[in-house]
Structures are given as structure tokens and as C-alpha cells.
């Protein structure tokens, strides 16, 4: 059988052959996430970025930035304690939120990244990611903080560290959900 660090490596390899959309046509890099393989936290986004993109990584623009100052604040490191990936896994062109058919694509990768490091709390990082994994009837604006069920874990929508950036009074509403 093979150990989560194998299962995780061939689903990376399939992942960054894709070219399953046109969104494989533009791209730098697939930004597959990064993290504890073994981590309670699974944070999901929406999708890369242009520094994303450049670097191979997840949120390490000025929103990254901001998610690292959170995590730290909550005592952890997304090293040591979480897991970080993306609805979708290649920048969307001019950071343009991905199209349904987009997500589409992606979903059965990161269920997978779900199903093999196993969470048990989902943090849902903006309403991009709220709509496509618990659906299009929740609101960021109205479930954020809300302990939700998906697939039988316990997930809790948050706002996007970037709504953050452009509107710092969502802060206190984001400390006290974390």
C-alpha cells in the first residue's frame, strides 16, 4: 500500500502534467499547495496569483503575506500546521475569478489532496471557494465565521486574505473568526 507522501508525489505529477483546460495554455506553473501532509488544517483559496504563479507556490504575493501574519497569530506555521492549496490550481488570466467550467476541471484534484491528507477542519478562504465546495446559495458576506459540514468535515468559510487588503474593517471580523 502505498504511504500518504507516495500518494500525494503521483497525484503532484498528474496534477502538473494537466492540461485538461485552457488555463494550462497560460500558465508559468501549477500551483499544487503546500503544507503538512499530516495537517488538522486545510486552508483552500480560490486560486493562484500572478506571484503564485511565478514562484510555483500558494499565497505568497501580499496576501500570503497576510495569511502567514494570521496563522502566526493562531500560534501556527503553514509548515508545521497546515495544508494550503486552490479551488483551482493554474492562474486565471488577470486574476479574473475562475469560471465554473475552471473549477469544474479542478475540484476532483483537490478532493483528492483532501481524501489523501485527511483533515479535519476545512478553512475556506473567500466566497470563491465558499460557492464551489459547499455551494452557490452561501454568502461570504453572511456565513463567514459559520461552522459548516462538507463531505463530513467541519469547514469554516473565512474572508479572502486579499478582501483584507482592499477593505481592512473585514479584519476584526477575520480575527475573530480564526
Known amino acids: ?10 497525484l503532484e505529477h498528474r496534477v502538473l502534467n494537466c492540461t485538461r483546460c485552457h488555463l494550462s495554455r497560460t500558465r508559468n506553473n501549477v500551483i499544487f499547495g503546500e503544507g503538512n501532509l499530516n495537517a488538522g488544517i486545510m486552508l483552500i483559496g480560490e486560486a493562484p496569483g500572478r506571484e503564485e504563479d511565478n514562484q510555483g507556490r500558494p499565497f505568497v504575493g501580499l496576501s500570503g503575506q497576510l495569511l502567514d501574519k494570521i496563522l502566526a497569530a493562531c500560534g ?3 509548515n508545521e500546521h497546515v495544508f494550503i492549496s486552490n479551488i ?21 484534484w483537490l478532493m483528492m489532496q483532501i ?9 475556506l478562504l473567500g466566497s470563491t471557494a465558499l460557492k464551489y465546495m459547499a455551494g452557490a446559495d452561501y454568502r461570504i458576506t453572511r456565513d463567514h465565521g459559520k461552522w459548516i ?22 479584519k476584526r ?3 475573530e473568526d480564526f
Request: aromatic share 4%; proline share 12%; net charge negative.
Open 1 to 10: 500500500m502505498d504511504t500518504k507522501e507516495e500518494k500525494i508525489e503521483s
Open 76 to 78: 501556527f506555521t503553514r
Open 88 to 108: 483551482v490550481k493554474c492562474r486565471p488570466p488577470g486574476n479574473r475569478v475562475p469560471t465554473s467550467d475552471e473549477a469544474s476541471v479542478c475540484m476532483p
Open 115 to 123: 481524501e489523501i491528507i485527511c483533515p479535519q477542519i476545512l478553512v
Open 149 to 170: 459540514s462538507i463531505k463530513d468535515l467541519s469547514a469554516m468559510p473565512v474572508y479572502h486574505p486579499a478582501a483584507l487588503l482592499r477593505d481592512p474593517s473585514l
Open 173 to 175: 471580523d477575520t480575527w
